[in-house]
């Protein structure tokens, strides 16, 4: 099992372009959250979505940014018309069950995005 | 409105002493508390639950209800607990973080 897989790794975009992060859960997991890091902060939660269902995404700006984990393939996290204000690092993490009782959350590696 | 505090961004100590890396939540629930660790150059990853009661490398956690804390411990720290930690409070939905406490512990 290879672990919650994230791409890119780092991604650059300038600003008004998009971007698109990419998150392969780990096998058999079907819930994803998605969380921000900026510089010197922890992790904001921004998104959980199970598989074809967004859950909860209270903690996502209402404009430009959107999730979706279709039923095949990875979850994507889409960010459009990129500011600087998006710079930061955006984690993705796995379960088994919703987050509950004696439920682990399993992390990627994170895409740390730069907007110049 | 949730909420967890990590009191401190940063805690120094050195090798051998005890450590405590405070965690404070407010919640309107009743959440399950994990403990969350990031050494230099891996991913996050889980430290300690509360549910299961258990000491991972020497690391322990209490849960005080009443002062809504669930405190980090360690009784003499080593050189490797040097990492970032952050307290999670999870509720059904959603794993909360706080902003995480930088532990550097010197020789």
């Known amino acids: 099992n290879a672990g919650v897989m994230q791409n890119p790794r780092h991604l650059v975009r300038r600003r008004g372009q998009e971007a698109r992060l990419r998150c392969s859960p780990m096998?058999?997991?079907?819930?994803v959250y998605w969380y921000r890091q900026l510089p010197e902060e922890g992790l904001k939660f921004m998104v959980y979505l199970q598989k074809e269902n967004i859950i909860d995404e209270s903690g996502m700006p209402k404009e430009r940014f959107s999730a979706e984990f279709p039923k095949e393939g990875p979850s994507i996290l889409r960010i459009q018309q990129v500011v600087r204000g998006d710079s930061a690092a955006y984690f993705c993490?796995?379960?088994?069950?919703?987050?509950?009782?004696?439920?682990?959350?399993?992390f990627g590696q994170g895409t740390r995005l730069t907007v110049v | 409105a949730q909420r967890v505090t990590q009191p401190e961004k940063l805690l120094s100590v050195f090798k051998g002493a005890p450590v405590e890396l405070k965690c404070n939540y407010s919640y309107s629930g009743s959440p399950e508390l994990f403990w969350y660790v990031q050494y230099s150059r891996q991913r996050l990853q889980l430290l300690l639950r509360h549910i299961s009661r258990e000491s991972i490398k020497g690391f322990t956690a209490d849960l005080n209800k009443g002062e809504t804390s669930f405190h980090l411990k360690k009784p003499f720290a080593q050189e490797e607990d040097s990492a970032m930690y952050y307290c999670?409070?999870?509720?059904?939905?959603?794993?909360?973080f706080g902003s995480g406490t930088k532990l550097n512990v010197k020789p």
């Open positions: 999670a409070p999870t509720t059904v939905n959603k794993f909360y």
């Open positions: 993490a796995s379960s088994l069950r919703g987050g509950s009782m004696n439920t682990e959350a399993f």
């Open positions: 096998k058999g997991h079907s819930h």
